[in-house]
């Protein structure tokens, strides 16, 4: 079937390169520098930032470097909803995303499976602007080699219930489908640099405790914060269910060590889900 009705990349041109050839190059020679540890088990997913990729792009290339040679036939990218919406959990209406390394086909068949097992709507939009689910795409475009089909979900709910059950219902369309899930987040926004480092590395504590409502709770203390804490969660208690067991960090940095100026920064990190052997 052709794809006609394709999302139009609103971010190619200012929060990344529009020319493919080099956005590709951007993105592989990060991957190139990007060094990641031996890692113990199976990917089940990532976390990686979304903010422009002069300022996270190294940082994701972490995350999406444990991905390279994976042959998913779905990708779950987990994402906030930043506009106002009424609507707890969305998804696109559109066939396919366009980036200018090509089309990806939205999977909606799969995505009504999943309202299936939810009690929740997920509230089909188009042409939306969110940034945070689209700027994951292109990485999966260069480290997936094997084409795949997307599962977007945006989420504006910021509750734990929500997250919750939208994860153990992503869990059991999971069980017999090859999805792989990215969950989307940037740190803590606009704090001085040492302030910073210290509320990111409260929030990936929590992530690497693979404790889901105390992501929440960190927020709530003012001790970390997450924009996606939801897409995490919910990531997390879908791949928990799936048998994941680990979270290990693999890159933080802000916008300082960017931009040199650390008046006012945003964090960013990037860790990989494991279910180990």
Not at 120 to 134: A, R, V
Not at 225 to 254: D, E, M, P, Y
């Amino acid at each position: 079937m052709a794809l006609t009705d394709i999302r139009p990349s609103p971010l190619a041109g200012t929060w990344y390169e529009a020319n493919p050839k080099t956005l590709a190059s951007q993105i592989d020679t990060w991957l190139e520098e990007a060094h990641t540890p031996n890692l113990n088990g199976q990917v089940l997913g990532v976390i990686a930032p979304h903010a422009g990729y002069k300022y996270s792009g190294f940082v994701a290339a972490h995350a999406f470097k444990t991905l390279q040679g994976l042959t998913p036939d779905y990708v779950a990218v987990i994402s906030p909803f930043h506009n106002y919406s009424p609507y707890p959990i969305l998804t696109t209406s559109h066939q396919a995303y366009s980036t200018p390394l090509g089309n990806i086909e939205v999977d909606h068949s799969t995505l009504e499976e999943l309202q299936k097992k939810i009690d929740i709507p997920i509230t089909k939009i188009s042409n939306d602007k969110e940034h945070s689910l689209e700027i994951e795409l292109p990485f999966l475009q260069r480290v997936l080699k094997k084409d795949f089909k997307l599962l977007p979900i945006m989420i504006r709910a910021q509750e734990p219930e929500i997250s919750k059950k939208l994860a153990l219902a992503l869990a059991e369309i999971s069980e017999n489908k090859n999805i792989l899930f990215v969950a989307s987040t940037d740190l803590s926004h606009f704090y001085e640099q040492n302030i910073a480092h210290k509320l990111d590395e409260e929030m990936l504590k929590r992530f690497e405790a693979f404790n889901p409502e105390s992501i929440f709770e960190a927020e709530q203390a003012g001790k970390g914060f997450a924009c996606g804490r939801a897409a995490v969660s919910t990531t997390l208690w879908a791949t928990q269910k799936l048998g994941a067991n680990k979270i290990q960090t693999l890159k933080h940095a802000t916008s300082g060590d960017v931009t040199k100026d650390f008046s006012s920064v945003v964090g960013y990190g990037a860790a990989v889900i494991l279910k180990t052997i």
